[in-house]
């Protein structure tokens, strides 16, 4: 019998589990057991339902294009309650000069693919629109090396393109600074049609061609939920790591326990890997898999292999914090009628952005009374402000959503989540590091670290990370 242990109860953990867990029901020869150190699975899913309203602390979304959150979905039986974003507030605004100026329609992740919006949009000067659609003619890159989002965006579409929309809406996203980050890293598909197409905004338009002949090709099954970029589950991101969590045998996971410490030894040829955990527990394994961020891998590699440790300690960890806040709607001197805006750098705000939760989504308030805002704060520029006490975090978004929204009454109703160091940072020479953590894993086999910190940050890569390192444990 094969025992395998997961450290760590996130989504890459969690799919990893429910992968031996399936193998062990089909009669493979295989045990796990998973330890984590909350009371609570999910790690960084953390949905709280307070009096009616549903609020994520952590993430809201995950994008649809890949396949992970689906395939685990299927796997636990709660694909149906997967749901779209809607459609009716489906526009975003970006802070320009102290104004909320929309994205112009079209605009496919960094580029314009439709003329008219783009052209009457306010948000990019004339200027800056010449110097986007210069995009057409300016030469690949023609050596293989890396480079920062930033200077990948401002070689193609220029500086304006990486401050309003590129720094902002990507690396918004990855509370990360664009001058940092490994654009192979971090996007290695902008590369990539650089180099088919010569341009972003040609190879954007060939893409949304395919995408609509496929469209018009393989129409929707009658009744069938329309599949949007960002998709969530009905009663919020937490469904999934709940789900996955009730299928797995409850002797085999142990919540509120950490992981103390890791020590690997040769028997009989092969490596054995012996977890110390809890007060005082210990036990032996044939594989383990780390599915924790870097920066926790790093303390337990610590006795393993000291190089491994000291590369996963590099990778650079931003702390953030999303601040949700509820309403009643008579209480708001504006109608919100979209999924929020993003707040440039360059404008010198204490907030990156605001997600108009109950306009995205449905089912997130206790009923159409009532309002939901998401304010994010921190990321790579803006650590320290994670520090600050509830009373002023609080105080500081309300300040800001006073002076760009007309927001003035207190809240409802609002929670604050703070993720310290809860980001990791794919900075150049990311691919580099993990190239050598994995050539020193070769000599540990059995031993697996995976998760949000190393290849893809998002939940389906997370999905995909943990299912791989089960199925090669199970090997
Ligand atoms: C604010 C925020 C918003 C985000 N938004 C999105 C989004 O909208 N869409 C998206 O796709 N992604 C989003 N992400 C990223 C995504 O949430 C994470 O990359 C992903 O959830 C990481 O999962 P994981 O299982 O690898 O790690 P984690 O979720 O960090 O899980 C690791 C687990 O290990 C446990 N642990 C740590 N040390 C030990 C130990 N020594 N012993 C035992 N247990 C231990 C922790 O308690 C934790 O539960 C967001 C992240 C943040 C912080």
Known sequence: MKRVAIVGGGITGLAAAFVLHRARQEGKPVDYFLIEKEQRVGGKILTEEIDGFVIEGGPDCFVSEKPGVFNLSRMVGIEDRIMGSSDAARRTFVLSGGRLLELPEGLMSLVPTKIIPFALSPLISWPGKIRMAMDFFIPPKKDDSDETLASFVRRRLGQEALDKIAEPLIGGVHASDPEKMSLKATFPRFLQMEKEYGSLIRAMLAAKKRAEAYARKNPPAPGAKKKTFFMTFIKGMGELPEAVYAKLDRERVVLGQTVTGLLVREEGGKKVYTLAWGEG????????????????????????????????????????????????KEDLPVKLESYGFVVPLVEKRRIMATTFSSCKWAHRTPGKDFVLLRAFVGGARNQHLVELGDKELLQLVREELADILGITKEPYLYRIYRWPRGMPQYVLGHLERLGRVEERLRDFPGLYIVGGSYRGVGIPDCINAGITAAEKALV
């Open 281 to 328: 527990q210990k036990g032996d394994f044939d594989a383990v898999i780390l599915a924790l961020p870097a920066d926790e891998a790093a303390v337990l590699m610590e006795k393993v292999d000291r190089q491994i440790a000291e590369n996963l300690a590099a990778i650079p960890m931003a702390s953030s914090a999303t601040i949700s806040l509820a309403w009643r």
